[in-house]
């Protein structure tokens, strides 16, 4: 069993930085993929950033230049420091895992961003 517990959302104002935290425990594979992935209001859940064995990582162009996705494989925590940040990155935020075809989500974080 995969448990993810996030933290760090809350409230910034536009132009400012968060840094939202992972906390994965259980059976976790550092080849299998940990990332990010957004939900605002009436809208689709939508990927931000996700990291993969290591150093390979990848960025919804929307974020691309503000946000940057770490991983320590020790402490099976995935990190994600935003910075620059809009009031349309206003969403909450879940954590992911991907093990096979397995998906394993956190329970979310939210992150409002006031003009």
């Known amino acids: 069993q995969v448990l993810l517990v996030e933290s760090g959302g809350g409230l910034v104002q536009s132009g400012g930085s968060l840094r939202l935290s992972c906390a994965a425990s259980g059976n976790i594979n550092s080849a299998d993929p940990m990332g990010w992935y957004r939900q605002a209001p009436e809208k689709r859940r939508e990927m931000v950033a996700r990291?993969?064995?290591?150093?390979?990582?990848n960025y919804a162009d929307f974020v691309k230049g503000r946000f940057t996705i770490s991983r320590d494989y020790t402490k099976k925590t995935v990190y994600l420091q935003m910075n620059s940040l809009k009031a349309e990155d206003t969403a909450v935020y879940y954590c992911?895992?991907?093990?096979?075809?397995?998906?394993?989500w956190g329970q979310g974080t939210q992150v409002t961003v006031s003009d």
């Open positions: 992911h895992y991907l093990s096979g075809y397995t998906n394993y």
């Open positions: 990291i993969v064995n290591g150093d390979d990582t």
